[in-house]
């Protein structure tokens, strides 16, 4: 047997070992989840009332901005990023990952990225402030000279994704246990796998759009500046057609998650296995020719607009199929409602209502009503929230047994569930409203018909706040104090190779590859 | 039912119903607690409120199906209950039914979100042309072929929005001019900006389009009813992006004739001002006024600027050096900054009025003084 992790903090700083670095993936990402979530508190705490109270209009773009990177590049992509590498090489019965320096590098030039953005929240100028999709030329020509870090941080978050996905692809290709066939793979691998070739794909050209930013800012181009040629209009293409693929990067690995998690407690196979596999391909594949649906009122030729509106409206059928799948695996099964699988039925009803209003936002003529509104800020939080951050929450609660040989607090786990649930609908429901009625997003001040849904609004958002302070609490108490737990499967439903090592799982698994019939 | 069972029922059925409802609901009331979109007033905004209503109602059917088979079988097949796990899995023909019957519903709402969607898009025939320019923050209108132009300004005091003043009833919502239209005539808007991307949109009138610098957008409006309606900047524009609200005040034809002839004999009047020379006290008044609302929301009220972003205007190389220089950065802007040319925005006198100031106040002691006809000069000039 091999050695055990090595003393000190250079275990941390030198390590090759997939599970300290997916839980220094893990740890990292709920630190930005806090900063992020701090973010958005000062928001809802300006919006709570009509009239600039707390803060400058100028300061309340920065956090919108620094708000949706945080949480998007910070918290939710390093979390599932963290989650892959603690599961995967446990889940295909290999001994690691395929390249474990570079595992190291990619984790380790993260904080790098997010100190340097945080760190213009401290300069002249402050930090970026024309949003998490930095439309040229507000984020060009009229950006704060911060803008350049901003874009040095992007390019080092790409540069770590690329390493994380080229990764995950080696791992998963080449180092499955005898027997397990491309179909035989948990479904957790196979959303990761399909998530890192979108990466790879993606990533470049949101590197590609920085890069022409920067360009444009230093070096005299005018490729977003119409003035000298060029055309902002050509900015949300290439952004988007990023952005995009992007929200399927956040989304499958969930996805992956969910399809654990039910058939665990229905304790019934997953209905579909190979139609999850289908729909989860063909949803990254009609995720790069939809791009256009963010840009409907940039002013497109009609047959352009209809086409982006068709395309868009496909999604729905793959998506509804995995929804239709995870309803049947519960139908007829037995079914218990510890913390994960509460946290996985909520992730099914909200991100099939997130579903909904994706499937009305894709309608191009409604759209004139619904696009920069309120409504679209509730639709993705459906989505991102209740999807991924749910799922990231329910995937803690169901391996940190594993993980660390210790039971949560089943009690303490569910009251954060009802603090949340309903925390998170408080704030996200009445965005609805606010969005039909007529208010625009990003908007630090607004009309006083809109204040009382706002402040419901707010108050939510400071309820769905607290309750991730309980998630911590709960997490860290059960790593110091948590009962202990022995056998190997945690959970009586539960299948898989993750579920055959000891627990907790030992510094190195699978030395030597298991048999898989 | 039971009392309770009835408000249960009531309390589920709430948010669905007054979505449907809201319409009936109290004027008043129904703004506050708003919950839809508004049907608005023009076949379009109609148009779109019905499609928007038949995607919403078959979501919430399907909605009601997939989360009652779901809460169903939450209930009936708990563990605690006895239910023993079933294993079947993989069956084709579920599978197919549930691919196919979502793939036929697409169909049938893609049928009217394509006529809707042309119906948007249709600008041919239209009887008259309002140019929609965005600026970091207002709107300017342009009622192309008849000479008039004006600029259209959030009116809100500070006061108001820094709480230290009650609000009003249109808290930003009300500006300086409002875009006059007549009723009963089908008005294409074309829309483009001079500095970043903004977005008008008026849900009454059912338009959204996006200003875009350097491309002309065009969409268009048939306003059955006169009255007021209210819209915002919809695309995040920087720091005003909130404080750009656009007011549309829609008259009868003949009155909005009579009020097309008026404004046309407002405009030739200031024109003749520009010629008249005014004395220091007089620009300096004006000028005031005119920097507040025009400069004062970069270069603040003190003319210190913000550090970093917008250059400070006391004792700065352009306010207290050429003439020149500083007529020249007011009237062209400064490409590759956020410093507009206000040359196209602002009358003669006004821009007059507000370098003077600039050179005269905050203790920029210069004793310059700049008439309208310098401004005209040197416009003419380059």
Known sequence: MAHGPAKGIGRWLFTTNHKDIGTMYLWFSFAMFLLGGFFAMVIRAELFQPGMQIIRPEFFNQMTTMHGLVMVFGAIMPAFVGLANWLIPMMIGAPDMALPRMNNLSFWILPFAFALLASTLFMEGGAPNFGWTFYAPLSTTYAPSTVNYFIFGVHIMGASSIMGSINIIATVLNMRAPGMTLMKMPMFVWTWLITAFLLIAVMPVLAGAVTMMLMDINFGTSFFDAAGGGDPVLFQHVFWFFGHPEVYIIILPAFGVISHIIPTFSRKPLFGYSSMVYATASIAFLSFIVWAHHMFMVGMPIGGELYFMYATMLIAVPTAAKVFNWVSTMFRGSLTYETPMLFAIAFVILFTIGGFTGLMLAIAPSDVQYHDSYFVVAHFHYVMVAGAVFSGTAAVYYWLPKWCGRMYNETMGKVQFWISFIGFNITFFPQHFLGLAGMPRRYADYALQFSDWNMISSIGAFIYGASQLLFMFNVIRTIKAGTPVSEPKTWEGAEGLEWTVATPAPYHTFSTPPEVK | ?382
Not at chain 2, 60 to 65: L, P, Q
Not at chain 2, 212 to 241: D, F, M, S
Request: aromatic share 10%; glycine share 8%.
């Open chain 2, 1 to 382: 039912m039971s009392r309770r069972a009835r408000m249960l029922f009531a309390l589920v059925l709430a948010p669905v119903m007054s979505l449907a409802s809201m319409g009936q609901a109290l004027a008043e009331d129904a703004q506050r607690w708003a919950v839809n979109m508004p049907k608005g007033v023009t076949p379009v905004s109609n148009a779109i409120y019905d499609i928007h209503m038949i995607i919403f109602w078959i979501c919430v059917v399907i909605g009601i199906g997939v989360f009652g088979v779901m809460f169903y079988s939450m209930y009936a097949h708990r563990k605690s209950r006895g239910a023993v796990a079933a294993n079947f899995h993989e069956n084709t023909t579920a599978e197919i039914v549930w691919t196919v019957i979502p793939a036929l519903l697409l169909i049938v709402m893609a049928i009217p979100a394509t006529s809707a969607l042309l119906s948007v898009y249709d600008t041919a025939e239209a009887e008259m042309d309002i140019k929609i320019t965005g600026y970091q923050w207002k709107w300017q209108y342009e009622y192309l072929g008849e000479d008039v132009a004006y600029m259209s300004e959030l009116t809100t005091p500070e006061e108001e929005i820094y709480n230290t003043a009650p609000k009003s009833q249109y808290y930003l919502q009300e500006v300086s001019q409002a875009l006059v239209l007549p009723a009963k005539t089908k008005v294409r808007f074309l829309i483009t900006a001079k500095d970043v991307i903004h977005s008008w949109w008026v849900p009454d009138l059912g338009v959204k389009k996006d200003a875009i610098p350097g491309l002309v957008n065009e969409t268009w409006a048939y306003i059955e009813e006169p009255g007021i309606y209210r819209g915002e900047c919809a695309e995040l524009c920087g720091k005003g992006h909130a404080f750009m609200p656009i007011v549309i005040n829609v008259l009868e034809k003949e009155e909005y004739n009579a009020w097309l002839g008026k404004k046309k004999a407002e405009v030739a009047a200031v024109r003749e001002l520009a010629k008249k020379t005014f004395t220091l006290d007089e620009l300096m008044a004006q000028g005031e006024i005119a920097y507040n609302r025009s400069c004062a929301a970069c270069h603040q009220i003190n003319g210190e600027g913000i550090p970093g972003v917008f250059p400070g205007m006391v004792g700065s190389a352009i306010t207290v050096g050429d003439v020149k220089g500083h007529l020249d950065i007011v009237v062209n802007g400064k490409s590759g900054t956020a410093m507009q040319a206000f040359g196209g925005q602002l009358s003669e006198v006004d821009l007059a009025a507000i370098i003077t100031y600039e050179r005269n106040a905050w203790g920029n002691a210069t004793g310059d003084l700049v008439q309208p006809i310098d401004v005209l000069k040197f416009k003419q000039g380059q």
